[in-house]
């Protein structure tokens, strides 16, 4: 199908706030993106079945009581979960972005080892540093990875801003997750090499993982914001990489985007 005809689904409301940026980066690649409050959706006045890319995006869902993403991930889990079923086993492809990853992992829609989905593996947890942290990352990707988001992706920065973003698992977990190569992205320095110090590794995720995804590598969850680098001109550093003469044509984030799009146009 023509990417136009790709639809996406930006779920919203109830403290969520990334919508126009994480909407805008899908439409700016070609898809039909829209804002659908979460209530329309619980309510039975839309369905999942409508859309082939489905988005958790950023923000404070319900103020993070309980653990960021944790109400979010109850209610969708608990009136969710059979449309959010078939949307899996459809092929569709599903992200989620800072409180979104949180609540991908509370939901157990990442990893989701062996097929194990809706059971929670994996979480976020607060940072090591004690703090909230916005600021500007990079990021190694794993080419080994089956990530359809992360194709042909190799060093790559983009802003973070969260207090609970610390990749935690037991020991048992982290080796599959490994093994299989669900780890999407970590935490690198500036020449690629994974970070393992403050502040490159913003949070002190177990092995400096930012973002992992299923086995199928549709279901992919970051704590990094790709929304919020569309435009050369949201890097901290671009009129120095204007004067070098190095400015790109678009932001870094997009990528990730367009991958997807690309992927359901030609798959879905």
């Known amino acids: 199908m023509e990417k136009s005809d790709v639809k996406v689904l930006v779920i919203t409301g109830f403290g969520l ?6 909407s805008a980066a899908f439409r700016y690649c070609g898809a039909t993106a ?7 959706i619980l309510h039975s006045k839309r369905s999942l079945s409508e859309f082939h890319i489905l988005a958790f995006i950023g923000g404070f869902s319900f103020g993070d009581h309980l653990g960021a993403g944790t109400i979010f991930a109850n209610r969708v889990k608990f009136q969710l979960r059979d449309q959010l079923e078939k949307f899996i086993a459809d092929g569709k492809l599903v992200i989620g972005i800072c409180n979104g990853f949180q609540t991908l992992s509370r939901l157990g829609m990442v990893p989701a080892l062996n097929g194990q989905y809706f059971t929670q593996q994996a979480a976020l947890a607060h940072n090591d540093c004690g703090s909230f942290r916005d600021d500007w990352c990079y990021l190694k990707a794993n080419p080994a990875s089956p990530c359809i988001f992360t194709k042909d ?3 790559v920065r983009l802003p973070i801003r969260h207090g609970e973003g610390k990749f935690v698992a037991d020991e048992k977990t982290m080796e599959e997750i490994e093994k299989k190569n669900l780890v999407v992205l970590r935490y690198a320095n500036s020449d690629g090499s994974t970070a393992t110090e403050f502040p490159a590794l913003p949070n002190g995720s177990l092995n400096s993982i930012a973002g992992i995804c299923d086995e199928s590598g549709r279901l992919f969850g970051l704590m990094p914001h790709p929304e919020a680098f569309l435009s050369p001109f949201n890097s901290p550093t671009w009129t120095a990489d204007k004067l070098k003469g190095k400015l790109p044509e678009e932001g870094e984030g997009v990528v990730f985007f367009r991958n997807a799009v690309n992927f359901a ?4």
């Open 17 to 22: 706030n990334c919508e126009k940026e994480t």
């Open 34 to 40: 829209e804002l659908v409050h979460l209530n329309d």
């Open 153 to 155: 992706i190799d060093l």
């Open 265 to 268: 146009a030609e798959n879905l």
